[in-house]
């Protein structure tokens, strides 16, 4: 692939990674106002999902590729 599609799709990836990152903390929050859930409590929920995210997917890569 040529340098220049590259670079363009990183820094669309990125672009996009970083809107949806804010969209979803705006979304939360807006949520966690209907509700009567503090903020905090809601940013707790994010590094908690965050954190554990990776060993999900491992762990769920390494179930479906057994046979492999």
């Known amino acids: ?5 590259i670079i363009i799709l ?6 996009t990674l970083v809107w949806g990152a804010n969209t979803f903390v705006d979304h939360a929050s807006v949520l966690a106002n209907y509700l009567w859930v503090n903020d905090f409590v809601i940013w707790l929920m994010h ?5 554990s995210a990776p060993e999900v997917f ?11």
């Open 10 to 15: 990183l820094l669309t990836g990125t672009t």
């Open 1 to 5: 692939m040529d340098l220049t599609i």
């Open 58 to 68: 491992f762990g769920l890569s390494a179930v479906l590729n057994v046979n492999q």
């Open 47 to 51: 590094i908690a999902a965050a954190t």
